[in-house]
Every structure is written in structure tokens, then in C-alpha cells.
């Protein structure tokens, strides 16, 4: 019977969507059991609510120390080159591996390995790992399973960080956090080198999440001290838990970046890494005025800014044998005469991709929101989506009043496309009335086809040739929605709790198969029967691609398709209304 067909493949459709809402489900779960078992790793430290507390150390956090790592420390020289040991200092041992400082700010929740002084853990408070839970994301991290730390020391003549070990630091305190009203707070860890009084002071600023790293030098004895401040990531190639926030199929770029005078966004990922373990292959390492050197990851970043005055010397490589990469900066030595003090500084920011607060630090920093090849027009997109927010107050409602706005400005470019693609579909029972005298003769049919266009003066491509015009705008927008971490677990309305993910219930990608199908009744039917049926099963096609996108692009498509209707319905019918 007639009714049959349709049935069975209604059935297999919700069919199909139950058994993917199940297996969605099931990979959510799965990825919050995995993230689980790794933070079961590592106690917590308990934060006093005082600003300073006790010193005492209950609670130590299983870290794997990055003491007597001879490759990990570079030489201001050349970082093949042994290093030769500064004085002695207190070195890393095996009973002081977990002694931690934690510091804590609204933006911020870090810990400090007082060997070393390593950022080994920062959380951000203000973005949880699911929408509804209490856990802030955690972005660096070392545990048995992981690795991604930020470290940070000086080396040269007088280095405190050698090939044979990592200073031990003190502190007056285990703990800090930045009260309600204090703009700064300043966390000091000290070491005395021979008559030189060393600060390695952390300072955090309230709402921020960069901080400045600075050394204190106090030059007590009768010597010149000269020393190299360097800074440098050290991460494993395990893939960042915020893939996945935005569904199958969104790949956004993960790896190292750093800027050079040749390229102002230079990406390399792991395995560019690797490659350069290869015979033949030169680890990279170069000199800018200023820089910075960054890991990238979707919405979320870490990135050392030396310097932006002075010219420093850049560093990215793959350890030997190991599945560990370095990437760094190495600033000009510094020089304190003896009697005299002097500082070193540079800044390590960790958390959100946010354009406005990347630009500040640097120069093409904010170039790591990775707005693809189109970025000059994602950019300016952007800004004026987020523009829309701040009189909106709605991600959701701007997303769709800036796609109102796109359509406006391509409004001619594409009447001329419905125009075109009107005359075509009035032209349909010509087209047919020429296939059935003609048969299957190709040449023949291409012929006639011609004149015909000719004689009604119609262009069959005045249809694709406008909207060729608009493919890079709607790419750009594609990387916009897709990059922007304002975006991430932000409401829309209803059961749209989150514009990041997938809908959960799949309606707004059925919602837009359906205006796709619409737009499709409107379009002239193609002349060949092949063809033909891939374009009515199109829409099928994209229902299901889309069932993956983020909600806020699949938003985006519904409101650019609903808007394309109406304007291509007026058109369509002025046409057929013609004599």
C-alpha cells in the first residue's frame, strides 16, 4: 500500500534519533566518568577565609615534581647546549614534592609547587564543567595520568634552575585568596643564593586572569649577579577535555601557537611537534621584539608574555623519547651589580579565549581565537555580535538579530539570485516538454536548452553566482559561533539551556530540514532525473549533519532560512505573475 513506504521510513527515523539522544547520553557520561577518575587523582587544599593563613600543610597534592628534568630546563645559549650549575641553592627532594601553595581570586583558583614555583594546577571558577555543576573547569593540571604546567625560573650564569635541579622556595603561608574589594594580591616565595636574596613573586588582580611573575633580586653580596628570566609550558598531547563541549564533528584547533616577523599566527600541533624530532629537522627557535607562546585549546587558553620592550628568544620542541612538549621564552640577561636590586618580569595568562582582554596583553594574542582563514571578517562579526549582547543581554536573540542584519546587507545579492532562480523554475514545463521530444540525446538537450535561455533571457547561473558572494560571510560566522567562548553554557530560551552544545532534543535541526525543504519547493526542479533526487533528499542530509552542530549555528541557519522564504516567496510569485 501506499501509506507502507512512508512509514517504515518514519519509523527508522525516530528510530534512529532514540538510539542517538541514548548514545549521546552515554558519551556525556562516559566523558564525565573519565574526568572524574583523573581529578580523583588529587586532594583537595582547604582555603581559610582569611586573605593569610597557617603555613601548615594537611593536605598535599599527588604531583609528579619537575625536579632533576635536565631537558626541561633551557640554556640562554643554545637549548642543545649543557647548562653549567649556578651556585648551590636548596635543591628538590623526594620529601618535598607536594609542597603546595594555593591561591585563590574570583577568576582564579591556582596551586604553586613551592619547588620550582610551577603553576601544577589552575581552575577556572567562573566556567564549570557542565552547565548545571559546581566544579570549575580545570585548564593546567599535573596528575598520573596528565600533564600541563606552567613553569617559570631563571637561568644563565647565576640561574637558580640548573640541569641538576629546581630551587626549593619558601612562603609564608599555604594558602591566599584575594578578598572582595582588594584589587592585587602579591603570593612571595624566597630563596636565599649566597648572599642573594631571590622573590619569586606571583601577582594575581581581581577579575583578571593573568598574572605577572616577577623575581626580585636583592644583591647582598660583593659579586655582579646575571641571570636569564624564562617561562615555559609543559604539556603532554593528551586532547583537552573542551572538545568535546560542542558536539561530533566540531574539530576547533588544539596545539601550540606563538607569533614570529614572518607569520603573525603561527599554529603547530603536536605533530608538527614531532616532526622536528626527525633527522634533518631544526627544533624551532627564534627572536622577536616582544611575543608571546601560547597552547591552544577550544575556548580556553595558556600563554607566557614575556617582555613586550625587550627581544627575546622563543622556543618550541618535543622532548626526546618522551611524550612531552615545550614550549617557552628565554628573555636578555639581566645584570645586579653588587649592593643593588633589580627585577624581572613577565606575564602568564590562563583561561577564556575573550578577544578584548588577549589584545591588551599583546600584540596578535588575540589572534588564538581561531577564526579560521576568513578571520579579518570574523572578526569585525564578532564585535558586532557581541555588540547586539550588550543591549540584548541574550546570546540567542543576537545570533538572530545579526543574522537579520547579514541578510539586510546581501539583501539585492540575493533577490537577484531568487530572480534568476524564478525564471528558471517558470521555465520548468518547457524544460520537460523539451526532455520528453528529445529523449536522451545529451548534446542535443544542451542545445536546445541554451536557446531557450537565451530566447526568455534567462542566466542559469545568475542563481549561484550571489550566493558565492555570501559563502565567506556565512563561513566566517560558522567559526564565529563555533569560537566564541561566550557562547559556552550560555541560555537561549526553553529547553535551550546551552547555545555551545548539540539540542538535546533535536529540534531545531528538524526545524531547519524543514525550511529546507520549503526553500526547496521554491527552487526550479533540476532538468536531470539523477540530480533531481539527490536535491530532494538534501535536506535529509543536512538534518542529520546538523544534528551534531552547536544550537547557536544551527540557530543561525534556521533564521537565515526562514528570512530566505519570505523574500524568495515574494519573488517567485511577482515572476510567475509576469506574462
Not at 564565529?480 to 533535536?506: N, Q
Request: net charge negative; aromatic share 10%.
Amino acid at each position: 500500500m501506499d501509506w507502507q513506504k512512508p512509514a517504515y521510513i518514519g519509523g527508522i527515523v525516530v528510530l534512529s534519533l532514540i538510539l542517538l539522544f541514548e548514545w549521546t547520553q552515554f558519551q556525556d557520561n562516559k566523558a564525565l566518568a573519565t574526568a572524574e577518575d583523573n581529578s580523583s587523582l588529587i586532594s583537595t587544599i582547604d582555603t581559610p577565609e582569611n586573605n593569610v593563613s597557617s603555613s601548615s600543610n594537611n593536605a598535599t597534592i599527588p604531583v609528579a615534581p619537575a625536579a632533576n628534568e635536565a631537558s626541561d630546563i633551557p640554556n640562554p645559549i643554545n637549548n642543545n647546549e649543557a647548562q653549567t650549575d649556578s651556585p648551590i641553592i636548596a635543591a628538590a627532594t623526594e620529601d618535598n614534592r607536594g609542597d603546595l601553595v594555593r591561591v585563590k581570586t574570583s577568576t582564579l583558583d591556582i596551586v604553586i609547587n613551592r619547588n620550582g614555583g610551577d603553576i601544577v594546577r589552575a581552575i577556572l571558577p567562573k566556567h564549570k564543567v557542565t552547565l548545571n555543576g559546581e566544579e570549575g573547569f580545570t585548564i593546567l593540571d599535573q596528575t598520573l595520568a596528565t600533564t600541563y604546567i606552567a613553569q617559570s625560573g631563571l637561568v644563565g650564569v647565576n640561574g637558580t634552575d640548573t640541569q641538576s635541579g629546581r630551587p626549593l622556595f619558601k612562603s609564608a603561608s599555604s594558602s591566599y585568596e584575594l578578598n572582595e574589594g582588594n584589587e592585587s594580591l602579591n603570593v612571595d616565595l624566597t630563596i636565599d643564593q649566597n648572599g642573594v636574596n631571590i622573590t619569586k613573586r606571583f601577582t594575581f588582580f581581581a577579575g583578571k586572569n593573568d598574572i605577572k611573575i616577577s623575581y626580585l633580586i636583592d644583591n647582598q653580596s660583593s659579586a655582579t649577579w646575571k641571570a636569564n628570566l624564562y617561562g615555559q609550558i609543559k604539556r603532554d598531547s593528551h586532547e583537552p577535555r573542551a572538545a568535546a563541549d560542542s558536539g561530533v564533528g566540531v574539530s576547533p584547533f588544539y596545539g601550540a601557537a606563538t607569533t614570529t616577523d614572518e607569520d603573525k599566527y603561527l599554529k603547530l600541533t603536536f605533530g608538527d611537534l614531532e616532526d622536528l624530532e626527525k633527522p634533518g629537522e631544526k627544533n624551532i627557535d627564534f627572536s622577536i621584539k616582544g611575543g608571546w607562546v601560547s597552547m591552544v585549546q577550544h575556548y580556553f587558553t595558556g600563554a607566557w608574555i614575556p617582555d613586550q620592550e625587550s627581544t627575546n628568544r622563543f622556543f618550541l620542541k618535543k622532548l626526546k623519547n618522551q611524550d612531552m612538549y615545550l614550549m617557552g621564552f628565554i628573555s636578555p640577561e639581566t645584570i645586579v651589580e653588587a649592593g643593588s636590586k633589580g627585577e624581572i618580569s613577565a606575564q602568564f595568562y590562563v583561561g577564556p579565549k575573550n578577544i578584548d582582554d588577549l589584545a591588551d596583553l599583546a600584540e596578535n594574542l588575540d589572534l588564538t581565537i581561531d577564526f579560521g582563514f576568513l578571520w579579518w571578517i570574523g572578526e569585525p562579526i564578532f564585535h558586532l555580535l557581541d555588540f547586539l549582547h550588550s543591549y540584548l543581554g541574550n546570546w540567542g536573540w543576537s545570533i538572530i538579530v545579526l543574522t537579520i542584519i547579514i541578510k539586510a546587507i546581501f539583501f539585492y545579492p540575493s533577490a537577484m539570485s531568487y530572480r534568476s532562480m524564478a525564471k528558471m523554475r517558470k521555465l520548468s514545463p518547457k524544460m520537460k516538454e523539451l526532455k520528453e521530444r528529445i529523449g536522451d540525446d545529451k548534446q542535443k538537450m544542451s542545445q536546445e536548452m541554451m536557446k531557450l535561455y537565451k530566447k526568455e533571457k534567462v542566466n542559469p547561473m545568475g542563481g549561484c553566482l550571489p550566493i558565492l558572494i555570501q559563502m565567506p560571510v556565512f563561513i566566517a560566522l560558522y567559526w564565529v559561533l563555533i569560537e566564541s567562548v561566550e557562547l559556552r553554557h550560555a541560555p537561549f530560551a526553553l529547553w535551550i539551556t546551552d547555545l555551545s552544545v548539540m539540542d538535546p532534543y533535536f529540534i531545531f535541526p528538524l526545524i531547519m530540514g524543514a525550511t529546507m525543504f520549503i526553500q526547496q519547493q521554491l527552487n526550479p526542479t533540476p532538468p536531470d532525473p539523477m540530480q533531481a533526487k539527490i536535491m530532494k533528499w538534501m535536506p535529509v542530509g543536512f538534518t542529520l549533519l546538523f544534528l551534531w552542530f552547536p544550537v547557536g549555528l544551527v540557530i543561525y541557519w534556521v533564521t537565515n532560512n526562514t528570512l530566505s522564504i519570505i523574500q524568495q516567496y515574494i519573488i517567485t510569485k511577482r515572476i510567475e505573475a509576469e506574462n
